[in-house]
């Protein structure tokens, strides 16, 4: 248990669905993250979040849609995807974003899978 | 862009050593993370190296040579429990982590 939860853990969706994930962090901290992670593939960077505000969006189709209401919750939102997006999907806060040794704590992930 | 190079798998047996290594080139560096992955859990932080030099933990040993783009996380004494993808990532700038794909290990009896 690392103090970050998401929710669904699995979620199969049609590409005309429209779903959420949703994160939750228990650490008191203020920088909130979203990663793709697909098979054999590096961990992608999507969304940052500090202090609510968004800081980084790292090119991502705009068919993602993240909504950081807080500091301890975290959604994304998603619409049309393809079947490309099949993935799993990471949460991760950190106390901020800066720090010379900001460790990032993640979430168990939601594994998507988009027919 | 960066580049983030380890091994996809290793195999080993239990009571052993294994050393897992990872190189980078990144437009900056502000340190070096090794994550342990366990399949359908989330990653967990194992340790953090930003000076030159080795940093132990236990059974979990991990060093870092600036200099040479290169670091190795070494697992003594394996347990069954080690089998998991072990995840290296470099930090560039502030907070941004830039993650290699993650070296499988399997622990064999």
């Known amino acids: 248990e690392t103090g970050v939860t998401q929710t669904p853990r699995h979620l199969v969706m049609g590409m005309t669905n429209k779903k959420s994930l949703k994160c939750e962090q228990h650490l008191g901290h203020n920088a909130m993250y979203w990663y793709k992670q697909s098979a054999k593939k590096p961990l992608e960077l999507m969304f940052v979040?500090?202090?609510?505000?968004?800081?980084e969006n790292n090119s991502v189709p705009s068919r993602f849609s993240p909504e950081c209401p807080n500091s301890s919750h975290l959604f994304l939102h998603l619409h049309t995807l393809q079947p490309e997006d099949s993935a799993l999907y990471l949460c991760?806060?950190?106390?901020?974003?800066?720090?010379?040794?900001?460790?990032?704590?993640f979430g168990p992930g939601t594994r998507l899978l988009v027919l | 862009g960066q580049n983030i190079d380890q091994p996809t798998e290793m195999t080993a047996t239990e009571g052993a050593i294994v050393q897992i290594n990872c190189t980078y080139q990144t437009s900056g560096f502000n340190g070096l993370f090794w994550y342990q992955q366990h399949a359908g859990e989330a990653p967990t932080f194992l340790s953090y190296?930003?000076?030159?030099g080795l940093e132990e933990k236990g059974r979990f040993s991990s060093f870092l040579s600036r200099s040479k783009g290169y670091s190795y996380l070494l697992l003594k004494e394996l347990q069954m429990k080690d089998s998991a993808s072990y995840l290296c990532a470099v930090r560039d700038g502030d907070y941004k982590l830039s993650f290699g794909a993650g070296t499988t290990v399997t622990v064999r009896a």
């Open positions: 190296n930003v000076l030159d």
């Open positions: 991760a806060s950190s106390h901020d974003r800066g720090g010379t040794q900001e460790t990032q704590y």
């Open positions: 979040y500090n202090f609510k505000e968004q800081t």
